[in-house]
């Protein structure tokens, strides 16, 4: 039946026993793709059901479908056309793992982090009206998602602007990890409360029966019932903000979920319609373990066993024991991470310190703040994010952390080049977004070695706000040193000492600096290899003796050029007057970067040794005079 459906038309031609094999068929489907192509498999077996609904109730590309963060949207994708290309899924040139607008009219809104939906939802109602359009504007939102602080602004919003729409809440107890907070547990109670059930369906039939006997009675009538509401009626604070709470509704039951559809359809006014799913749901391996099913790379789809990657450590594996290793040595040490326990490699550090580890939820700029606040108290927090994350904490970096000069370690995992996320989840920009903030320095590693060094130093230092920066994926297989040492703040490395051209590498560019310089053995030339190891402060010694000796400098960074470190080596030389010194700049240009390997990647912007290789040769003596 799949493969029948081509759009949403011709799903709602099908009965209700055809629309629960259609279902059947679509998590067959997911289940047995992604073991290859890997993706979010958990979050899509989970909305199943609900995504035929919505489908089948709505008219999409009329009405706006938004889901937030996306990676629940593979179902959608499935349902609107384009299931003959899943096999492309996260791969270069292929199906986004995202909403993506250049795709399909049916994606009409493009996310990847969390939290933007209800935001894009009343943009997109408050535009309807005023362009005095009819459709319906539906954002579906997880209880993950929903702990966010732009969730709550928006919320905000809706309830003050009172247009027509619907948030469906996609509660499975779960964000990656187990979720967290107030708002989590409140949710509990709507979703487990069966008295609170009841008694809202009692009240409201009692007050139906009520005869409508003028005006004293039924301003009366709605008294009771707003008293009652505090007491007995689940979804209160969503009523108390302006919201018509319906629910909660079994998100696997199809027929339930269009009847409460249909019902939200004809409500006036912001409606949420709160939706109980499992995440994971009819995969066994996937249900049992949804933290581990949440996105992952390839599995056994009969038994459910994940395929490890064979290698080196991962950097992240390298934080998780240095941080177990340094949180015994110093019990001033605080971990937050913000809803990536797992991620992040903080799970140990939970285990072994619950008392220093602080999960905030998907709440990344409340995460920054408190950070901070911390750090005033004297001691010592580390907040592990993505660096495509800490995007969202900006202003809490720069306006609480950096100007007050707080000592606070930021752990950047997956900096740089991220791969088959793609375009919304490259870590690219941290260089450039930190490196402008006064009292910030910022460090990366050249190896895994290197960057338990690195973390040992950020802990040591006393001077304000450090940034590590890391990349996804294995370290380079160098053998781990016993005793950590602090690395001199603003110093780099000569790891080879050449002449007439100095590739200058930013972290995880020192091998592939390395490399090109192997090539050019061969040819005879040696050009000086640096291992800058910070971006702020550069090594400005260094820099002003290659200029005055005379050399050409090429930098390499896994970062976008503009802004990036190096901007920072041109600013720097030519700040001090060196204005012949040859700078060439390699790194990320300036556009988003689409999903593929992260080797595909860098061979799309030229980011490779033998581009390098090539640049050094043209900057070669020999060649620039015959030039
Ligand atoms: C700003 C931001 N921080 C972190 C993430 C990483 N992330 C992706 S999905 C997710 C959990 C979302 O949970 P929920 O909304 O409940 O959806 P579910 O996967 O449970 O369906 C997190 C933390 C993100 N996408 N965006």
């Given at each position: 039946m799949l493969a029948s459906i081509h759009s949403p038309e011709q799903l709602k031609k099908l009965n209700s026993q055809q629309l629960v094999q259609l279902a059947g068929e679509i998590r067959e489907f997911l289940v047995s793709n992604l073991a290859v192509?890997?993706?979010?498999?958990a979050p899509n077996l989970g909305v199943v059901e609900l995504t035929i609904a919505l489908h089948y109730v709505f008219n999409s590309p009329q009405d706006k479908l938004i889901w937030d963060v996306?990676?629940?949207a593979y179902v959608h994708k499935i349902l609107t056309g384009?299931?003959?290309?899943?096999?492309?899924?996260?791969k270069y040139k292929g199906l986004c793992g995202f909403p993506k607008c250049s795709e399909s009219v049916h994606d009409v809104w493009e996310t990847g982090?969390?939290?933007?939906s209800l935001s894009a939802a009343i943009g997109m109602a408050i535009a309807r009206d005023l362009k005095k359009e009819k459709n319906h504007v539906v954002a579906v939102i997880g209880d993950g998602a929903l702990t966010g602080g732009m969730a709550f602004e928006a919320l905000n919003h809706i309830g003050h602007e009172k247009k027509d729409l619907i948030v469906v809440l996609n509660d499975?107890?779960?964000?990656?990890a187990e979720n967290v907070g107030a708002m989590h547990n409140y949710l509990s109670n709507l979703r487990t409360n069966g008295s609170y059930i009841q008694a809202k369906k009692e009240v409201e039939s009692l007050l139906k029966k009520i005869?409508?006997?003028?005006g004293t009675m039924a301003r009366l009538a709605e008294r009771v019932k707003d008293s009652l509401k505090y007491l007995l009626v689940s979804g209160v604070l969503f009523e108390e903000l302006g919201l018509t709470y319906l629910g909660?509704?079994?998100?696997?039951?199809m027929s339930d979920l269009m009847e409460n559809m249909k019902r939200a359809k004809k409500t006036k006014g912001p409606v949420l319609l709160h939706v109980i799913t499992k995440k994971g749901k009819g995969y066994g391996p996937a249900e049992a373990d949804s933290d581990t099913f949440h996105g992952l790379g390839q599995?056994?789809?009969?038994?459910?066993e994940v395929i490890k990657a064979e290698g080196p450590p991962s950097y992240t594996s390298v934080f998780s024991r240095t941080m177990v290793q340094l949180g015994n040595e110093d019990e001033r040490i605080v971990a937050i991470t913000a809803a990536m326990p797992g991620g992040t490699g903080l799970k140990a550090f939970a285990e072994k310190y619950p008392d220093r580890?602080?999960?905030?939820?998907?709440a990344e700029q409340h995460a920054t703040t408190l950070a901070g606040s911390i750090a005033s108290q004297g001691l010592k927090p580390v907040f592990a994010v993505y660096s495509t994350f800490l995007q969202r904490g900006y202003d809490q970096l720069l306006h609480d952390v950096c100007r007050q000069n707080l000592n606070v370690v930021f752990?950047?995992?997956?900096?740089?080049l991220v791969g088959a996320d793609g375009e919304t989840h490259q870590g690219v920009f941290d260089i450039a977004f930190m490196r402008m903030i006064p009292n910030m320095t910022i460090m990366m590693p050249k190896d895994e070695n290197e960057f338990q060094h690195m973390l040992y130093t950020a802990f040591h230092y006393d001077q304000g706000p450090i940034a590590v920066r890391y990349p996804r994926g294995n370290g380079e297989g160098v053998p781990m040193d016993e005793e950590l040492h602090e690395i001199p703040i603003g110093k780099s490395e000569i790891i080879h000492q050449g002449e007439n051209v100095a590739i200058i590498a930013f972290g995880n560019m020192v091998p592939t600096a390395l490399q090109g310089a192997a090539i050019l053995k061969g040819e005879g030339m040696q050009p000086t290899v640096v291992?800058?190891?910070?971006?702020?402060?550069?090594?400005e010694e260094l820099l002003f003796t290659l200029a005055r000796e005379g050399y050409s400098i090429i930098t390499l960074e896994e970062?976008?050029?503009?802004?990036g470190f190096g901007s920072a080596v041109m600013e720097t030389l030519s700040q001090a007057g060196f204005y012949h010194t040859v700078v060439e700049c390699m790194g990320v240009p300036d556009q988003f970067i689409e999903h593929g390997s992260v080797t595909e990647q860098r061979e799309e912007m030229g980011l490779t040794a033998d581009v390098l290789a090539k640049k050094v040769i043209s900057l070669w003596p020999a060649q620039r005079q015959r030039a």
């Open positions: 192509t890997g993706g979010h498999l996306g990676h629940q384009r299931m003959d290309r899943f096999d492309t899924l996260r982090h969390s939290s933007t499975n107890e779960m964000s990656i005869p409508a006997v003028g909660p509704v079994d998100g696997h039951n599995y056994k789809a009969d038994s459910g580890f602080f999960d905030v939820g998907i752990a950047v995992d997956r900096a740089g291992n800058a190891r910070f971006a702020k402060p550069l090594d970062g976008c050029l503009t802004g």
